[in-house]
Nanobody, 121 residues
Framework: VQLQASGGGLVQAGASLRLSCAAS????????MGWFRQAPGKEREFVAA???????SFADSVKGRFTISRDGARSTVQLQMNSLKPEDTAVYYC????????????????WGQGTLVTVSS
């Protein structure tokens, strides 16, 4: 499975941004798709994920501000980010998992190349 993320950029605090990720290859086997992020000098952290059945999981830091959707037919996942804060600045990675909807790095089998989101204050 190959993942291609897009949609990053520079925005001001309070603005919205939408990230998209397209999966190719053996996509029918993926159970969950989602996003992680890594800020400079910090560890990679879970943001959100959605299973093929529509179950969603969010990090506490983004609940109520971010939403995630998945189009199974097109093997795409989108992350709608609203009310962005400077602390949301990070490289965002699209991920996919074969077997579970988890929140740790080890839960995910496939990783995209990352897209940079910068939120200015």
């Amino acid at each position: 499975v190959q993942l291609q993320a897009s949609g990053g950029g520079l925005v001001q605090a309070g603005a919205s941004l939408r990230l998209s990720c397209a999966a190719s290859g053996r996509t029918m086997s993926t159970y969950a798709m989602g996003w992680f992020r890594q800020a400079p000098g910090k560890e990679r952290e879970f943001v959100a994920a959605v299973s093929r059945f529509g179950t969603r999981s969010f990090a506490d830091s983004v609940k109520g501000r971010f939403t995630i959707s998945r189009d199974g037919a097109r093997s795409t996942v989108q992350l709608q980010m609203n009310s962005l804060k400077p602390e949301d600045t990070a490289v965002y990675y699209c991920v996919a998992a074969d077997y579970r909807l988890g929140s740790t790095v080890d839960d995910y089998d496939y990783w995209g190349q990352g897209t940079l989101v910068t939120v200015s204050s």
